[in-house]
């Protein structure tokens, strides 16, 4: 039981990193801690099936691990719509620019 235990108490501070990091729009950390769910959670399935865990106790960590995916979810479509109205800044003001050195070059000619 004291393994089982360990296993909650690493998925439970891999949660609280991937909040910190989700919170912090810390993409790159975000991206190695995900790496990390897959490991965390398997021995908890596991020890689930051999009915060596509460299963409420899963079940909890599960659902909060589920609202973190939904929260980081919208966040990074957020941040890619920021990203895109961006470019499309830059594009626009590129495009005036373009448009104002054509027009400044035809008059001196």
């Not at 360990?6 to 891999?14: F, H, I, N």
């Not at 790496?35 to 659902?63: F, I, N």
């Not at 973190?68 to 961006?86: C, I, L, T, Y």
């Amino acid at each position: 039981m004291d393994d089982v235990q360990a296993q909650l108490e690493r998925l439970d501070r891999l949660m609280a990193d991937l909040g910190r990091a989700l919170e912090a729009s810390d993409w790159n950390r975000l991206s190695e801690l995900n790496a990390l769910v897959k490991p965390s959670v398997e021995p908890l399935m596991a020890a689930l099936e051999a009915g060596s865990v509460d299963s409420e106790a899963v079940r909890t960590r599960l659902q909060e691990l589920q609202q973190f995916v939904d929260a980081a979810n919208r966040s990074a479509q957020e941040a890619r719509n920021e990203a895109e109205d961006s470019l499309k800044g830059v594009n626009r003001n590129r495009s005036a620019a373009r448009a104002y050195q054509n027009i400044s070059t035809n008059r001196s000619s």
